[in-house]
């Protein structure tokens, strides 16, 4: 049995419905459209996406962090033409703090099931989770919406503070990096907190536990310079085992 074949295996025993779709997509020649279809079933009708969508939130309303997960969605499916996005960024729009960022979570999360670290201040503050993630995908498909230009400002401001991190903040701060349309500032922010993301990853492909790996950091190549192709093969040989 292939990688594939065991994926698929895998997915057929624990995957919800949309997870099997996008394999299908992705990998067997499957209907995108289908796979759209079931994600328009997370979106609420304020634009946000809710319903489990992130496995850690388990009730319907809507959620900054599903917004994230259903436009890594959209960004496999190159998707970013559906209606859904403006719908979503409308959404952002409503629960962003005056500084231009999105919390983490909203008070909201407390009226269902979820898992113990989603818990928030009463007034949550915008945050790096998830605004430099959702930023960094609709400046890498082009997207225009009145919610980024503060969106990406926050996220600047942010990130010129930022010292050492946090494997999270890392994954949503490279991506912004990558995607951003102004280079020159990107690269230069970059250089100086490359070591600060570095120090987040798990470069022990075998680790276990709270493990952060090159490559959910890089899971397609990068133009920034974080990873050799060295780093990447070792971690994607067991990847494939």
């Keep these: 049995m292939d990688v594939l074949d065991r994926a698929e295996h895998y997915l057929h025993l624990h995957g919800r419905l949309i997870d ?4 299908e997509a992705l990998f067997r020649g499957g209907s ?12 609420n009708a304020d634009g946000g996406f809710g319903h489990a969508l992130e ?11 599903p ?5 890594w969605i959209l960004d496999q499916l190159d998707a970013f033409d559906s209606p859904m996005v403006p719908a979503a960024c409308d959404y952002l729009a409503s629960v962003t703090t005056p500084d231009g960022g999105v919390p983490f979570v909203l008070p909201s999360v407390r009226e269902a099931p979820h898992a113990p670290w989603w818990e928030p201040d009463d007034d949550p503050p915008g945050h790096l989770i998830p605004t430099a993630s959702l930023a960094a995908l609709l400046h890498k498909h082009g997207i225009s919406h009145p919610w980024l230009a503060p969106a ?6 942010q990130i010129a503070a930022l010292q050492e991190t946090t494997p999270y903040v890392a994954r949503a701060v490279v991506p912004f990096l990558e995607h951003v349309p102004d280079r020159r500032r990107a690269e230069a922010e970059f250089a100086r907190v490359r070591e600060a993301v570095l120090a987040t990853v798990t470069f022990d492909p075998h680790a276990e536990g709270d ?10 190549p990068l133009r920034l310079p974080l990873f050799s192709q060295d780093v990447l093969d070792a971690h994607l040989d067991p990847l494939l085992a």
């Design 20 to 23: 099997r779709l996008r394999f």
């Design 211 to 220: 493990a952060h790996f090159p490559l959910d950091f890089a899971p397609e």
């Design 67 to 71: 917004v994230e997960v259903a436009f």
């Design 32 to 43: 995108r459209t289908r796979v759209l279809d079931a994600l328009r079933c997370y979106q």
């Design 55 to 65: 496995p850690d939130l388990r009730g319907p309303s809507s959620q900054p962090e």
């Design 152 to 157: 990406t400002d926050f996220c600047w401001s």
